[in-house]
C-alpha cells in the first residue's frame, strides 16, 4: 500500500520522537520514500543522523540550512508528500496546525500540504484531556486531518493514562487500512493467471513455453495496489509475488489451473487471464524415463481445456472477464473473434510484430478492445506500466 509512496513525517518535541526511528524504519520497508522533518525540540531527542542514515535523506528542521546557506522550500515540501505523517504530535504543535501558524518548517510544510495528514498524538495525559487540546484535535479532524488516537498505559511523567503515542507497527498498520478504505477495488477478489504451464512427456520432460509470468505478476501487484484481494494462480516461474493482498496459488499443468481458476472464480469479482496455457497436453504421461530410439519420435497430443471460454460460460452478471491474445497476423480480427468466442469483457491484444512485445521482455506493448469493439491503443512502456493501463480499464469496468 505504501510502495512508492512519497511521506513527509514530522517529528516533534516529545519523548516517544525515539520511537521514530522504528517508524522510519517500517515507512520505508514497506517501500515508502521518507522525508523526516523535525522541529527544534525535536532534535533533543533524537539526532538527525539516525533519522537521516535510516530514511536515506538530509532531515530537514530549518527553513534555512546555515552551514550552507540554502533555502528549504517548505511550499515544494508540502506539494511534494503523497502523505503527511506527524508522529509524534505534541500539543504545542497541534495548536500550531490548529490555528494556522507556522513559525517552522514543519507546520509551514502542513499549511502547504494537499495529502492526507494523519497525526499521532504523543503528551501526558492531563494536557491530552486539556479542552483546548481536544478543541485543537476536534478542529484538525475538522480540516479532514486523521487522527492516531493515542494508547493508554505508562507516560514519561511517570503517571499512568492515555496520551501515549500510538506503537509504530499500530500507526502503519492504522495508515495501510485507512489508505486500502479508499482505494477503488476494495472489497473486491480477483483471480490473476500468470506464467506458463507445462505438460509432462515422462518423468523428465515437458512441453512448456517461453512466458516468464512477469505480466501477470505485475497486473496482480496493481490490483492489489489498488485494494483487492488477489488470488494468483501462476504456472512454473521464478517470479515473487511480494504484496501482502496476493494469495498466490502454483500450478504446474493446464489441467491444474483449470482446476484452480474453477476453484477460484466462484468467489470472484473479476478475472484476468494472462497465463500461456498450453493448448495441447500429451494423451499419456510414461512413467517411465522415455529411452531414445533410432529414428524419429513422435508423442500424441490432445486438446487442453479453453480454462477462459469455461469461465466466459460460467460468468455470472456482476463478474468481469478479461483475456489476452497474443498474435501474429490478423491481429486484431483474431483478438475479437476471441473476445466473441469466450464471452469476454476485454481482451489484451499484444502482436509479436511489434517491437518490445512478447515473453521475458520487460516491456509489452497491447491494444485493449472491449465488447463494445472500441479500441484503445497503448505505447510500448514496461510492464508495470501497462499493469496501471490494464487495471484502469478494469477499474472503469467494474465502476
Ligand atoms: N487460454 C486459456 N486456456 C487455454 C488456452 C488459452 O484460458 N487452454 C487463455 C489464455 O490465458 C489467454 C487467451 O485464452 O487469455 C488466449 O489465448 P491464446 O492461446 O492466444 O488463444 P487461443 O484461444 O488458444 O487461440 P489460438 O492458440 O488459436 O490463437
Redesign the pocket.
Known amino acids: 500500500m505504501l510502495e512508492g509512496k512519497k511521506i513527509v513525517l514530522g517529528i516533534c518535541g516529545s519523548i516517544a520522537a525515539y520511537k521514530a526511528a522504528i517508524l522510519v524504519r517500517l515507512l520505508v520497508k514497506a517501500g515508502a520514500e521518507v522525508q523526516v522533518v523535525m522541529t527544534a525540540d525535536a532534535v533533543s531527542f533524537i539526532t538527525p543522523l539516525t533519522l537521516s542514515t535510516l530514511s536515506k535523506k538530509p532531515v530537514l528542521v530549518n527553513y534555512f540550512e546555515p552551514n550552507t546557506g540554502t533555502w528549504n522550500n517548505h511550499v515544494k515540501l508540502g506539494l511534494w508528500a503523497d502523505l503527511f505523517l506527524i508522529a509524534p504530535a505534541s500539543a504545542n504543535t497541534l495548536a500550531k496546525m490548529a490555528n494556522g501558524q507556522c513559525d517552522n518548517l514543519l507546520t509551514a510544510a502542513y499549511l502547504s500540504a494537499k495529502c492526507p495528514v494523519y497525526f499521532a498524538p504523543a503528551m501526558d495525559l492531563d494536557m491530552w484531556r486539556h479542552p483546548s487540546a481536544l478543541n485543537n484535535v476536534q478542529k484538525l479532524l475538522s480540516y479532514n486531518n486523521i487522527l492516531i488516537q493515542p494508547g493508554t498505559g505508562e507516560l514519561a511523567s511517570g503517571l499512568h493514562g492515555e496520551g501515549r503515542m500510538a506503537e509504530p507497527e499500530e500507526i502503519l498498520a492504522f495508515i495501510t487500512i485507512d489508505i486500502a478504505k479508499t482505494l477503488p477495488l476494495t472489497g473486491k477478489q480477483i483471480l490473476v ?1 500468470a506464467g506458463p504451464t507445462y505438460e509432462a512427456i515422462d518423468p523428465v520432460r515437458f512441453i512448456g513455453n517461453h512466458s516468464s509470468g512477469k505480466m501477470g505478476f505485475a497486473i496482480a501487484h496493481e490490483i492489489a495496489e489498488q485494494g483487492a484481494i488477489v488470488t494468483l494462480v501462476t504456472g512454473p516461474t521464478a517470479l515473487t509475488a511480494r504484496h501482502p493482498a496476493i494469495k498466490r496459488v502454483d500450478v504446474t499443468s ?1 489441467a491444474e489451473m483449470l482446476e484452480a481458476c474453477l476453484v477460484h472464480f466462484e468467489n470472484a469479482d473479476a478475472c484476468v ?7 495441447y497436453t500429451p494423451v499419456t504421461v510414461s512413467e517411465q524415463k522415455i529411452k531414445k530410439q533410432d529414428d524419429g519420435f513422435c508423442i500424441d497430443l490432445k486438446k ?6 469455461v469461465l466466459g460460460e460460467r460468468k455470472r452478471k456482476g463478474q468481469f472477464l478479461i ?5 501474429t497476423q490478423n491481429e486484431e480480427q ?1 483478438a475479437i473473434d ?1 473476445l466473441k468466442k ?1 464471452n469476454l469483457d476485454l481482451i489484451i491484444l499484444n502482436s509479436l510484430n511489434d517491437n518490445g512485445a512478447g515473453f521475458k521482455l520487460d516491456t509489452n506493448k497491447i491494444t485493449i478492445i472491449d465488447s463494445n469493439l472500441e479500441k484503445t491503443t497503448f505505447d510500448t512502456k514496461s510492464k508495470t506500466e501497462v499493469a496501471v493501463d490494464i487495471c484502469r480499464k478494469l477499474i472503469a469496468l467494474m465502476q
Do not use: Q
Open positions: 493467471t493446464a487471464m494472462s497465463a500461456a496455457v498450453a493448448d487442453t481445456i479453453d480454462i477462459l471460454k483475456g489476452f491474445a497474443l498474435e483474431n476471441k469466450k
